[in-house]
Structures are given as structure tokens and as C-alpha cells.
């Protein structure tokens, strides 16, 4: 029995189904990136010294689509609909002043949503819980989150596939993964959600809350969050920040390190920063094979800034 066909098709129920459950369900079949026709739908946040790029123009971005230029139209962005796919530690280190600085912080990231916007909640131990269907009430999240208590391990890989292949949406997503320690329960490891993650069509930010004595040595990120450096994967004690390190950066996300409770919120509300300045450009691939991986390689076409968005997706053979 190999962990691909124990792949948590026991996560299509919540609370996750158990072990000897999920050894008889099929292996999930990977998500696609959504598109529309043949158009190609791609997310990109733009800063300059840390702070957001706006004002640009179709004409400032260079695409290539394996290694091939294309022409791109640039989308008004509020006219996207966003899920945030609010995903949550709840292990037993969540305990005391933790839980609240999370409840705080993650309300002001669904405050920061549109109206229009969904938003849907999962939470995870050595179980993932699927605590709220997508929804564009706010205030009834708000109330889920109230109710959160912690107890259990860690299986954050576990969750991070919930959270990219359970919520049905042809919105953007936004997933937003919390968690303050190793993953010690996932049946999942990092290297296969990269392959799930890398064909969806979810931004991914994960946010690690670690003591100082912890935290890895590295230049400070956007809005003040310490980021993890990608040369140093032995710089943590154990191989998780790394891993979703890959994951989120993959997908045109970012790793945010906060060092203290207080940092939590900052982080947040650095994602919701990124979110609501992110440029969504539209193209319709040309002299470039459909099926397969396809590499992008997004530029600023005669300005400088720092361009975060997805490496590539994936199209199947149909």
C-alpha cells in the first residue's frame, strides 16, 4: 500500500476520516489550473523596496510561456472574485495567548476582504476539520473562530492538500496557512503538495510564528516579516519552514516568519496588502504545446521591482 492511495481521500468528509478508512479510498485526482477556454489567468504582486507597485500598465509586464513571448491584457482585479482559504493550526502548542493573537489577526484579514469575496476555514491537529463551507458572511468565520480550541499534533501538509483540493470555486484563491511548529502527523510529505500545488490556481501565503532562539538568520521581507533564507534549508530544526518555503513561492506566495504574537497581525495584514495590490494579466497561449507543465517567466518590461507570481501550471492531456 503505498501513501499515494492513503492520500487523505478521507479528506472529502470532516472531521478526517480515519487511517483504516482512507486505505480504501481512491487516489484524488490532481487539480488543474483553472482556465477559461484558452485563456490563461495569472496573479502577480509587484513591490519596489518593499513597497507595492501600482499603476502599471499591460505594456510593463514581459511573459514568457515556455520561453515563448505572449501578449498579454491586463484584468481589473476587482473583478476577481477571491476565496480565502483561512487554514489553522490547532495543535496543543496553540494554547494561551496564541490563540488569540491568531483569532485577532486572521479577523483583520477577513476584514480586509470585499463584500463579494468568500472565505472558508479549516483547522488542523493530528486531524483536519473543515470548520466552514465558503461563504461571503464574514462574521459567521468570525464566530468559527471563537469556537477554536487547541489540542492535538501538527499535520500541516495533510491540511495544506485540504485546503487546496476540497473547497470548490472559480475564484481566485487565496490559501492562508498558520502554524507554530513541525508537522508531526501528516501521512503527506512537502514534496508531493508542491505537485498538487502547482496545478491549481490558489496563491498560497503561510505564516510561522517561531521563538527568537529560533528563528533562522535572513534579510527582513516586505512590511517588516522576517523571511526564511532559500540558501540555508538546515537553517531551522526540522524541514517544514523549508518545505512551504517552496510551496508558497511556487504559486507567487511568500513564507512570512513572524518572530513574536505581536508580529502576527502585521503579517496578515501584509498578505491582504499583497492581495488587494496584485495585478491579475489574461493571455491566450500562442505557438506553445497545450498539455503539460508550462514554465512562466513574468518581467517588468523597462522598470525595477521585485515581480512574485506563479512559476507555471499545468495542463492536462485530455
Not at 48 to 67: I, M, S, W, Y
Request: glycine share 6%.
Amino acid at each position: 500500500m503505498t501513501r499515494d492511495l492513503i492520500l487523505l481521500g478521507a479528506l472529502l468528509a470532516s472531521p478526517l476520516v480515519p487511517p483504516a478508512l482512507a486505505q480504501v479510498a481512491p487516489a484524488p485526482t490532481p487539480p488543474t489550473f483553472a482556465v477559461e477556454v484558452e485563456n490563461i489567468y495569472v496573479d502577480a504582486f509587484v513591490s519596489q523596496r518593499g513597497v507595492p507597485l501600482t499603476g502599471l500598465a499591460a505594456l510593463d509586464f514581459e511573459l514568457k510561456d515556455n520561453g515563448v513571448p505572449q501578449r498579454l491584457e491586463l484584468v481589473a482585479a476587482d473583478t476577481q472574485p477571491l476565496l480565502a482559504v483561512l487554514t489553522f493550526d490547532m495543535s496543543n502548542s496553540l494554547a494561551g495567548g496564541k490563540i488569540a493573537s491568531l483569532r485577532a489577526a486572521s479577523q483583520a484579514l477577513l476584514n480586509a476582504l470585499r463584500p463579494e469575496d468568500e472565505a472558508t476555514l479549516f483547522c488542523f491537529t493530528d486531524d483536519v476539520h473543515w470548520l466552514a463551507a465558503p461563504t461571503t458572511d464574514k462574521a459567521s468565520l468570525g464566530l468559527a473562530l471563537a469556537k477554536l480550541q487547541p489540542g492535538g499534533g501538527t499535520a500541516i501538509m495533510d491540511a495544506l492538500y485540504a485546503a487546496l483540493t476540497l473547497p470548490s470555486t472559480r475564484s481566485r484563491s487565496l490559501v492562508v496557512l498558520f502554524t507554530d511548529g513541525a508537522d508531526n502527523a501528516s501521512w503527506l510529505d512537502w514534496r508531493q503538495i508542491q505537485k498538487v500545488a502547482e496545478r491549481s490556481n490558489a496563491v498560497i501565503h503561510v505564516v510561522g510564528l517561531k521563538p527568537p532562539q529560533l528563528v533562522a538568520p535572513g534579510e527582513t521581507a516586505d512590511f517588516g516579516i522576517r523571511s526564511v533564507p532559500v540558501e540555508s534549508p538546515t537553517a531551522l530544526d526540522f524541514e517544514a519552514p523549508w518545505g512551504l518555503r517552496q510551496i508558497a513561492e511556487l504559486t507567487g506566495g511568500r513564507y512570512w516568519e513572524a518572530e513574536s504574537l505581536d508580529r502576527l497581525k502585521t503579517a496578515f495584514a501584509a498578505i491582504a496588502e499583497a492581495m488587494g495590490k496584485r495585478y491579475v494579466l489574461r493571455y491566450v497561449p500562442e505557438n506553445v504545446k497545450r498539455p503539460g507543465w508550462h514554465k512562466i517567466e513574468l518581467k517588468l518590461r523597462g522598470k525595477k521591482g521585485d515581480v512574485h507570481t506563479r512559476t507555471g501550471y499545468w495542463v492536462p492531456d485530455r
